[in-house]
């Protein structure tokens, strides 16, 4: 044999052999490239089961729920838009979820339109601020007031990135603020490797998360942790998550969550009388959350948008939480946000 080619073939594949060690080595610094106009669109799913026992550990049998307790499935479109650009790279965002289902027990309804989140985040992706629509039933919830929603992480879709250059191998651990007034989470992450989702380069990221829960609220429906004469609810979660982020522009391309996490609700005198399981129910959540990226594309080109619902505040009376007819002169197709 020719001993330049030989010698040539042999280079090859010493330069073969080297490119995995080369790829471990190489540093990316995640930051999101935000556009101003952007739209982006994600599958959402999400099965869970929620096992119900009373004080003593017995399972409670309530209609619908089998041996393994209570199923509880959602799905839906979660569309994204970029409504501002910052220059230090943050940038304000919409989500807006469409086309929602939820199947609880046995019986399937569809989710609210209309309801949409304002959030504000850093270069990192860490929420500065959100604001969401009081329009509707979900608001209505006694317990949002202890939600501290204006420092709350950015989560599902989300991910806050660590502020310096990684690479395959690295690890790191964050301290951010958990949704309950006053709590927090704690965030281990890694990057397990590098992979190939539509022909975009990602990394993957696995982080556990763990969340504490502890909640409480007076008979007059305040909130009041830790008074004793309400409704109170404590235990914890943890999220065993995987991202795959585009290494071009930061962006999201899929997650798989995997969550799990036991609860405890004490309710009141008068309404444990009421209840079905007395005034102690030990809850056991399990269930599994995935997102991927459907498309990116331009917010004058959503063909799906739905007006928005109307600002009444009082969504128990009649004609509240219905979308906003337009004025006679506007009666045509709705104007995309």
Known sequence: MNRRLLLAGFGGLLTLSALPTLAQDKTYTLIFKHTQGEMAKYKLVMDMTIQIKDKDGKAISLPGMDEAGMKMKMGGTLVQKTKAVKADGGATLSGQMREGT????????????????????????????????????????????????????????????????????????????????????????????????????????????????????????????????GMSMTGSMTIDALYSISTADARVLKTVNKIKGTMRMNLPKEAAQQSPFGSTMNMGITGVMTQSLLSVGKVEDDKDAKPA?????????????????????????????
Not at 185 to 211: C, N
């Open 309 to 337: 619902v109307r600002a009444c505040g009082f969504s128990h009376r009649a004609g509240c939480g219905r979308r906003s007819s337009p004025a006679p002169a506007a009666r045509r197709p709705p104007i995309p946000a």
């Open 102 to 229: 939820m199947e609880v027990m046995g019986q399937s309804n569809s989710m609210p339109e209309g309801i949409e989140s304002i959030t504000e985040v850093d270069k990192l992706g860490k929420v500065l601020k959100m604001e969401t629509s009081k329009d509707g039933e979900p608001m209505n919830n006694p317990f949002m007031g202890m939600m501290q929603m204006d420092k709350m992480t950015s989560m599902g879709v989300g991910i806050v990135y660590p502020d310096k250059p990684v690479k395959v191998g690295d690890k790191w651990e964050q301290t951010l603020p958990g949704m309950v007034k006053g709590s927090t989470l704690k965030v281990l992450s890694k990057v397990l490797g590098i992979e190939q989702i539509d022909g975009k380069e990602a990394l993957q990221i696995k982080q556990y998360i763990v969340m504490p829960l502890d909640m409480g609220m007076d008979k007059d429906g305040q909130p009041a942790k830790g008074k004793g004469n």
